[in-house]
């Protein structure tokens, strides 16, 4: 046997494994044409359904056609964001609406994930939306993330609101949370969620989950188990998507502590589940490659 022949065919081969695992280990890191970032659409990319970049008036990058964007309202800008430009509202009238048409990605979801980027000053008095799915709820509409506020330090009070249309008794659920994570005039990135199958409720912040609650659908029957939410279900009447604005402040039935959202909010997703803990963490890993410099 030559030893010698044998000893560059196992060489020949090691060298070729170990750039066959390095080719695959750049590829597997790198989604996003070799330069070290990450796509954050990549991650849970068959549960987006709706991405609002805010890059400048009108645009809207969606993987539905059921949502339109219809106007900008108010002293509201696009400012350099978190990932090239971002919506700054104003406490001064100040929104965008979108137009939600029939066949929409809503109607169908049992739970869902909000995403976003957002920097913002405490509000010391009323409470802001930020995001607003109307319908539902005649109130509160269908799906909210709401900026409460915060006598004082330096967290904002959050506050995630959804509307099950055939739950039996408890239709209306919400979490609401002030945490040190949620900085004040600093860039935060926030995961908002519903998970039918534990029935709870859950805010991330940068990646890491810092609050999650139980929801039920009524109260404790007598003798009985206290029914869990599970699959939600949205009202049908759904018609509009408000960045920066409650429902009533368009219809002239505001209330004095209805307030316009005056923060910045950046790359806002929708997804139609409840994210993992790890997919959470892989978005904010990939979100946090594409930041501005």
Not at 245 to 251: G, M, N, S, T, Y
Not at 252 to 266: C, E, V
């Amino acid at each position: 046997m030559n030893f010698k022949l044998l000893g560059k065919y196992f060489l020949g081969a090691m060298l070729l494994s170990s750039v066959m695992f390095t080719a695959c280990k750049d590829d597997k890191d790198d989604d996003n044409g070799g330069d070290g970032k990450t796509d954050p659409s990549t991650i849970a990319a068959a549960n987006l359904v709706a991405y609002f970049p805010f890059e400048a008036q009108g645009e809207a990058v969606q993987k539905t056609t059921a949502i339109t964007f219809s106007k900008k309202v108010g002293a509201g800008s696009f400012v350099d964001g978190r990932r090239g430009k971002a919506y700054q509202g104003s406490s001064s009238e100040s929104y965008l609406e979108y137009n939600v048409a029939a066949g929409n990605p809503f109607l169908t979801m049992e739970e869902f994930s909000l995403a976003a980027w957002i920097k913002t000053p405490v509000t010391t008095s009323g409470a802001a939306k930020i995001f607003a799915l109307n319908g539902g709820d005649g109130f509160m509409g269908n799906l909210t993330l709401i900026q409460e506020s915060q006598a004082e330090g330096d967290s904002v009070d959050m506050k995630l609101f959804l509307f099950d249309n055939e739950s039996p008794e408890w239709k209306g659920q919400d979490i609401r949370k002030n945490k040190t994570q949620f900085l004040n005039d600093k860039w935060f990135h926030i995961v908002g969620l519903y998970n039918k199958a534990t029935s709870t409720m859950q805010f991330y912040v940068n990646g890491d989950l810092v609050f999650e609650q139980i929801r039920y659908a009524g109260p404790i029957p007598t003798g009985g188990t206290q029914p869990l939410l599970g699959p939600i279900k949205f009202g049908s009447d759904m018609s509009k998507i408000l960045f920066g604005a409650w429902p009533q402040q368009l219809d002239g039935t505001t209330q004095d502590w209805m307030k316009f959202y005056k923060g910045m909010l950046d790359e806002f997703r929708v997804y139609n589940k409840a994210l993992t803990q790890q997919e959470i963490k892989d978005l904010y890993d990939a979100e946090v490659s594409q930041i501005n410099p």
